[in-house]
């Protein structure tokens, strides 16, 4: 088996970002695009470049090179959402498929920029298959778990698979529900995200069984994500490291939660940047560069 591997929970060494004011452009722009994109309020445009501001100066002051994307890079709101167009692999980085039609120009995008700074990006040949980054998550490094529902289909897990080859031992299907219909944004990272090589933060309620029995096989401590909080993006948490993580600062419970199972937990306002396109710290981040 390949020696090559990702982490999710190692530390960050260099991350891409999207900066509100390229996506967002102004606050006419927002009037008459937000809800096109299923925002679920218009976002304060002055507010939210304050928001990317801070947030990317987190990511800085704990070390991580940050790689800005260019204005011409950002087509749409959900740029700012630059997990999603490109997937990270053991392998190397693979071009996405969008299963939201709206952001299907981002990924030529947001690859070209990479293949400047020295980054190949992977293409996929099969025009039927569909994958987002957020419906890819690393639960270890030999062993990735892909969402299947309405942004990405099996073609896109075949995809991946593929890729990987074999730097992984499995690729777990994730059979997502219905939960809000297609327009609303249901990712495989909306019921876990990965916290240390042996900690995950769950929701539980909407996983399947199977998936949830597997995560307890493995032998993950898993720390549940309160009901109240899970549609304020409580589960939606960036590790920085194996003890450090980065939560939207809303969560009371859930940063009460990951402090007392022993993570130093970090916090930014994201109103306009995260809750109103339901796009947590992971979603705004493409982590190029962990170890």
């Given at each position: 088996m390949s020696s090559v591997r990702f982490s999710m929970t190692q530390p960050l060494r260099r991350v891409l970002v999207a900066h509100a004011r390229d996506c967002f452009r102004s606050q006419q722009w927002l009037a008459a695009h937000w809800k096109t994109y299923?925002?679920?309020?218009?976002?304060?445009?002055?507010?939210?470049?304050?928001?990317?501001d801070r947030f990317i100066g987190i990511l800085?002051?704990?070390?991580a090179t940050v790689d800005l994307l260019d204005?011409?890079?950002?087509?749409?709101?959900d740029s700012l959402y630059v997990h999603d167009p490109v997937i990270a692999a053991g392998p190397g980085l693979m071009?996405?498929?969008?299963?939201?039609?709206?952001?299907?120009?981002e990924t030529e995008a947001v690859a070209n920029q990479l293949e400047r700074l020295g980054m190949p990006v992977h293409e996929i040949t099969d025009p039927d298959a569909l994958i987002e980054g957020g419906d890819v998550v690393w639960l270890r490094g030999d062993l990735p778990a892909v969402g299947i529902g309405f942004r990405t289909n099996h073609a896109g897990a075949d995809a991946l698979e593929a890729l990987c080859g074999d730097a992984i031992r499995e690729l777990i299907r994730v059979s997502l529900p219905w939960d809000n219909g297609p327009t609303d944004v249901l990712h495989v990272m909306s019921?876990?995200?990965p916290l240390s090589a042996d900690t995950?933060?769950?929701?539980?309620?909407r996983m399947p069984v199977e998936f949830r029995q597997r995560l307890d096989r493995e032998g993950f401590r898993l720390i549940e994500v309160p009901e109240d909080e899970y549609a304020s993006l409580g589960g939606n948490v960036l590790a920085l490291d194996e003890s450090t993580c980065l939560i939207e600062m809303g969560n009371i419970k859930t940063i009460r939660l990951l402090a007392d199972a022993g993570f130093q937990v970090l916090t930014y306002d994201g109103r306009n940047i995260s809750l109103a396109g339901c796009g947590g710290p992971t979603c705004l981040t493409r982590p190029l560069l962990r170890g």
């Open positions: 299923h925002y679920l309020f218009e976002p304060d445009f002055e507010a939210a470049c304050q928001e990317s800085e002051d704990f070390g204005a011409d890079n950002c087509p749409g709101l071009r996405a498929s969008m299963g939201k039609a709206e952001r299907r120009p019921l876990v995200s995950l933060l769950i929701h539980t309620r």
